[in-house]
T-cell receptor
């Protein structure tokens, strides 16, 4: 699975959009981009995933660049409860184990 | 459906003791994963089960660690002769089908402290 690079930390004002970037320049054609988040003292929580098209669900939007070398997770109206560590994970079908390989993620602090 | 549950939530033990953790996945989820997370780091994969079969083990899983999933339902993770370096959060996750790309649902974790 390809490696990802994320900023260590970011701040966002409550009510504003939070845009979390992720670089995955070595991603291969059959690998998906996944986002999970981990609120303090809880297990990780799935947010969204995509292959090459932009995706949106009730939690967030995922924008993947045309060359697929980077992506951005967008939380449209951040709340204090969105304060968490956000993990960008690239995952393919290789071996079909489904295991997730986490990096250190981005710590998002939403401030009032 | 109450989600993935783990027991205990916290465990404090002395070095050299054995500990066992339990994970109850979401019912009918075929896949069950164990991860370990140390302070300030992302979770690291330890092992996973497809039904009752343990199909992959990380090299992080030393011979002091053993995991089982009898009858493909709940799973246990045992650590023998615990060491201070085993102190971590142990996370369990399950996913519904064997396609490999489905989202994983995580439990709240068991925090182990080895004194």
């Amino acid at each position: 699975d390809a490696k990802t690079t994320q900023p260590t930390s970011m701040d966002c004002a409550e009510g504003r959009a939070a845009n979390l970037p992720c670089n995955h320049s070595t991603i291969s054609g059959n690998e998906y981009v996944y986002w999970y988040r981990q609120i303090h003292s809880q297990g990780p929580q799935y947010i969204i995933h995509g292959l090459k098209n932009n995706e949106t669900n009730e939690m967030a939007s995922l924008i993947i660049t045309e060359d697929r070398k980077s992506s951005t997770l967008i939380l449209p109206h951040a709340t204090l409860r969105d304060t968490a560590v956000y993990y960008c994970i690239v995952r393919g079908l290789s071996g079909n184990t489904g295991k997730l390989i986490f990096g250190q993620g981005t710590t998002l602090q939403v401030k009032p | 459906d109450t989600g993935v549950s783990q027991d205990p939530r916290h465990k404090i033990t002395k070095r050299g003791q054995n500990v066992t953790f339990r994970c109850d996945p979401i019912s009918e989820h075929n896949r069950l994963y164990w991860y370990r997370q140390t302070l300030g780091q992302g979770p690291e994969f330890l092992t996973y089960f497809q039904n009752e079969a343990q199909l992959e083990k990380s090299r992080l899983l030393s011979d002091r660690f053993s995991a089982e999933r009898p009858k493909g339902s709940f799973s246990t993770l045992e650590i023998q002769r615990t060491e201070q370096g085993d102190s971590a959060m142990y996370l369990c996750a399950s996913s519904p089908t064997p396609t490999g790309l489905n989202e994983q649902f995580f439990g709240p974790g068991t925090r182990l402290t080895v004194l």
